[in-house]
């Protein structure tokens, strides 16, 4: 599914409105220990994660991740949000939970 | 591509293997080789921040069949080097384990994420970590390639 249309059928914000993010979602992982991350996510995941500071963005440019969701409604800091900026990577917004949020991603994906 | 990593650097965390990652693809090597030397970087790269004295060096060397990834320290040296390799025991100090580093899976990632693995450890002298990738994506693509002209 196109990553724009997950965006607007859950309601999420886009935290890094000056990137484009026109890309193909197919799957999902929800954690927040970075060395999961990177050896159990794959190409095109939505990253669901608590974890908002500066070295979630090189994790998903290494994991090949197509864009982070950041729950609980934190927000990252500037020095994030610039370094998502460099390295292309899209972060995304919920005040929803990690379960939450995730449950209806994969609701969306399965249908 | 030679990277000198700081210790405590912790702002900086895996830029250096991100780069690794990007600057791979751009010289052809396949997407599977990339990612795996990526994720093996960036695991040594954060274990350099982590937990060595003085930083070390994170070196990335491309081969025609294979990547090779080398990370060097001048201590503290790690004492029982079985015992670091087990699934989930970690030394992190809390600060790391909050941003959720420290999952007790950095050397297990490189070893998994690898196709040769070496760890040399003297305590008071430093760790050096080689691991070789090999560009199994490349190598197919060669094959085919030869089969093509045959």
Known sequence: MRLPEIIDRLSLSVLTPALGFDSDVTGGYCGDLLSHVLAKATKGDLWITIQHHANVVAVAQVAGIAAILIVDGRLPSEETLARAKDGKIVLLGTTESAFAIAARLHTLLAT | ?150
């Open chain 2, 1 to 150: 591509m030679k990277y000198a990593i700081r210790a405590g650097d912790i702002d900086h965390g895996g830029s250096a293997s991100a780069r690794i990652k990007s600057e791979l693809t751009e010289a052809g090597v396949d997407a599977t080789t990339a990612r795996r030397a990526g994720i093996v970087s960036f695991e040594g790269e954060m274990n350099l921040i982590v937990y060595s004295d003085d930083g070390g060096t994170l070196s990335v060397i491309v081969e025609p069949d294979a990547v090779i990834v080398e990370l060097e320290d001048t201590g503290p040296g790690i004492e029982d080097i079985d015992l670091a390799m087990t699934p989930g025991y970690s030394t992190a100090p809390v600060w790391a384990t909050d941003l959720g580093f420290g999952a007790g899976m950095g050397l297990v990632n490189m070893k998994q994420h690898s196709d040769g693995f070496e760890i040399q450890s003297q305590i008071g002298v430093g760790t050096k970590v080689t691991c070789r990738i090999e560009r199994k994506g490349d190598w197919k693509r060669r094959r085919g390639r030869d089969h093509e002209t045959t």
